[in-house]
């Protein structure tokens, strides 16, 4: 088990966002995935503070709205994001973002190339 990790990333520790739910035991696998590999990440619980709509635009622009929702996504662009943004529960969590790259769900092999690449 790695030694404890206090709050403050270092400069050379690799800036992870991860937008969640904080009861999703997907998210909470995500953020330990950084964890025990001494990572810092700044987590967002949608649940209490709604993802913003350039950040969820970006995520859609990147993946797609099929790669994001398990729901039908039939409904126009601006439709799908209001719906998402009134109810976070159709989004396939974690959303985790490391600089320009992106992921929606559970994606480790992705993960562990982001960290294995050079700053």
Partial sequence: ??????????????KIDVFGLEG????????RFFRERRI???????GKRPIAAPELRQFMDRLG???L????VTTDRAALLA???????LLRLPLVRHGDAVTAGPSETT??????RPS
């Fill in 1 to 14: 088990m790695p030694a404890p990790l206090g709050k403050t990333p270092t400069k050379k520790m690799p």
């Fill in 111 to 116: 993960w562990r190339a982001w960290l294995a």
């Fill in 65 to 67: 709205a099929a790669a």
């Fill in 69 to 72: 929702t398990d729901a039908d």
């Fill in 24 to 31: 999703s035991q997907s998210t909470r696998a995500a953020v």
């Fill in 40 to 46: 810092v990440v700044r987590f967002v619980d949608i």
């Fill in 83 to 89: 719906r998402i943004r009134a109810d976070p529960s």
